[in-house]
Every structure is written in structure tokens, then in C-alpha cells.
């Protein structure tokens, strides 16, 4: 706990105010403060008479700073430090917590990650154990046959409604361009046709007799 504090210390040391990653050509100005020589252009780039710190707000009297090469190497210790404690939890995540040795066996019954200490235990005594690698491939290639009939299946809907929407398109472009803008007044007209001639109707020629 205490090296992972020290590290969020040192991060915080060797982290930009402004873009608050890592430091990049690093300059300090005449507060004290240190940035992103990129950060402090941009932060400074349409001021005149003072320049503000973005950390402090203390007023500097000129656009000036100063190259920090020492905190350019604290930067990168800093960054190599996170990236080998970031490798080590990760390890630490596949160590067995009874024989603190890697995890590099799967047991195939008892879907358990095991290090060569548990796959020769009593526990695991007549059970499938294979090398973790070995066992990967053979799930992933189950995995894989089990989506194929899937993937056939969704392929198979997108072909038949591309089909169908290109034989609506041909449908469409076959019809003469007249009958299109007709057809809406055609059937207004058979409508009025067929009312004349429904029985009861007041415009039928028996109720005009």
C-alpha cells in the first residue's frame, strides 16, 4: 500500500496542471510550477501584459520558462514505474493463492484455473486438465461453431430482404409513370361509380324514380 501511494505521489509530481497527463518537455515559469511546454504556449497564447499561472494564478510579469530536464526524467521513471506495477497486478491476479505459483493449467470438470501444483492434487484426480492455452483454443473453436448457425441464419434474413427490396425497386420502375399518377383518381372514380349503383342509394336510378 505504501509503494502504491509513493507511485500516486510521484504520478501527481510528474502530471501536467492543465492536460493532467503525463508531462511532456516539461518548463517551469517564474511561480514555481511546471507544465506541458505545449500547455503553457496554448494557455498564454492570447495574452499580452500578464501571464496568470493555471495552477495558482499567480501573475507573471513575462511570457517566461524555463526547460526542466530532471522532471523530464522523473517523468519517464514515473511512467515506467506505473506500467511495471500495472504488469505485476496482473500477475498477481493469475498466481494460486494456496501454492503462490502461476496459474497455467484449466481443469475442463470443474471449470478452475490451476497451477502444476493443484492439477497433480487429489481434488483434480481423474479430471480433464489441460495446458491454459490448449484449453482456450478448444473453447474458442466451440464458441465459434456454436454462433456459425447464427451467423448463417442473420446472413440469410439480410440477402432475402436485400432481394426484396430490389424486386420492389424493379416493380416500380416497370410501372408506366402514368398509371402512378392516375391510379389515385381511377380509384376515386370506380368509388363514385359503385355508389350510384349500391341499392338504397340515394343517387341510384330506382330513388330517382
Known amino acids: 500500500m505504501e509503494f502504491v501511494a509513493a507511485l500516486a505521489d510521484l504520478r501527481a509530481e ?5 492536460c493532467l497527463d503525463y508531462l511532456k518537455d516539461p518548463v517551469t ?25 493555471p495552477f495558482c494564478h499567480f501573475c507573471c510579469p513575462e511570457r517566461k520558462f524555463v526547460s526542466n530536464p530532471q522532471l523530464g526524467s522523473l ?23 494456496k501454492h503462490n505459483q502461476l496459474l497455467t493449467f484449466f481443469c475442463q470438470k470443474d471449470l478452475e484455473l490451476l497451477c502444476p501444483r493443484c492439477s497433480f492434487s487429489t481434488d483434480h484426480q481423474h479430471h480433464c486438465v ?3 492455452k490448449k484449453a482456450a483454443s478448444y473453447h474458442r473453436k466451440k464458441l465459434e461453431e456454436y ?11 439480410e440477402k432475402v430482404i436485400t432481394m426484396q427490396t430490389r424486386k420492389s425497386l ?27 349503383r349500391l341499392p338504397g342509394s340515394s343517387n ?3 330513388s330517382a324514380s
Open 130 to 132: 489441460w495446458p491454459i
Open 147 to 157: 454462433n456459425a448457425p447464427w451467423k448463417e441464419r442473420v446472413e440469410l434474413i
Open 29 to 53: 515559469i517564474s511561480c514555481g510550477h511546471n507544465f506541458c511546454l505545449s500547455c503553457i504556449i496554448m494557455s498564454w497564447k492570447d495574452l499580452d501584459d500578464s501571464f496568470p499561472c
Open 14 to 18: 510528474a502530471s501536467c496542471p492543465i
Open 170 to 196: 424493379e416493380l416500380k420502375k416497370q410501372l408506366p409513370s402514368p398509371l402512378l399518377f392516375s391510379f389515385p383518381s381511377a380509384m376515386a372514380g370506380i368509388s363514385a361509380h359503385c355508389s350510384l
Open 204 to 206: 341510384s336510378p330506382s
Open 75 to 97: 517523468t519517464e521513471l514515473a511512467k515506467q514505474l506505473q506500467i511495471r506495477s500495472k504488469r505485476k497486478r496482473q500477475e498477481e491476479k493469475h498466481v494460486c493463492k
